[in-house]
């Protein structure tokens, strides 16, 4: 008997599994369990610190190997909390190079595309924070939040859909995304599947913690 942080019972049965080398997605778990399986030191600019908690992502990834779900099956139960969802950003770095471990043509569409419109839309972020003297970082922080409880309040496959369409295009102003152009009818089918429900409203939400600037992954790939 035992306590899982994707499940809301209290308290239930859990076992231990042993999770092979021939799953799809076995790259995912290895690169959870190499850069998620620890805790973390985050130093502020004032030199204080402070510890980032180890995360359940590897334990729930090979929970949903093994049981032949979805690699993302039930993430969005690590961020129903705000304070979860706030230590999972401090993750980014190794979040995203679980995201870089992907293999599934699929979910590569959905979450290079959620990339793309976050990128463009803290560009926007930025613009506005420069032309009126506001805190980009507070503006930054605002909008995940919004966003995370947008997706997680989604309830049908057309809404989901819809909404991911709908920040896409803010992103551009109304204009093309690239990788959404690149695999139009890749996202499409995909997106307005009612099956893959749960598995996108997953992935956009992981998409959210594991996006990491251009700058980070240079700096990360020095070190």
């Not at 997605?25 to 610190?49: C, N």
């Not at 995940?144 to 803010?170: G, P």
Request: charged share 30%; net charge positive.
């Amino acid at each position: 008997m035992g306590q899982v942080a994707w499940d809301k019972n209290q308290i239930n049965r859990s076992i231990s599994v042993k999770v092979g080398g021939d799953y799809e997605e076995i790259g995912v778990f290895r690169a959870a369990k190499q850069y998620l399986g620890k805790s973390k030191f985050i130093k502020m600019k004032d030199g204080k610190s402070f510890s980032v908690p180890e995360t359940s992502i590897p334990e729930l990834i090979a929970a949903n190997l093994a049981a032949k779900r979805h690699w993302c099956g039930h993430f969005k139960e690590l961020l129903a909390e705000k304070k979860d969802f706030r230590n999972l950003l401090f993750r980014k770095g190794g979040l995203h190079k679980v995201a870089n471990a992907i293999k599934n043509k699929e979910d590569i569409a959905i979450i290079r595309a959620f990339h793309k419109a976050w990128e463009m839309t803290m560009g926007q972020m930025g613009e506005r924070a420069r032309e009126n003297n506001l805190d980009f970082g507070r503006l930054v922080e605002v909008r995940q939040e919004k966003i995370r409880n947008e997706i997680l309040r989604l309830k049908t496959s057309e809404a989901t859909a819809n909404w991911f369409l709908k920040f896409c295009a803010d992103a551009t102003k109304g204009g093309s995304l690239a990788p959404i152009r690149e695999d139009a009818e890749l996202i499409r089918d995909f997106i307005f599947n009612r099956r893959n429900f749960d598995r996108l409203q997953n992935l956009l939400l992981f998409g959210l913690v594991s996006y990491e600037s251009h700058k980070n992954n240079k700096e990360t790939n020095k070190n």
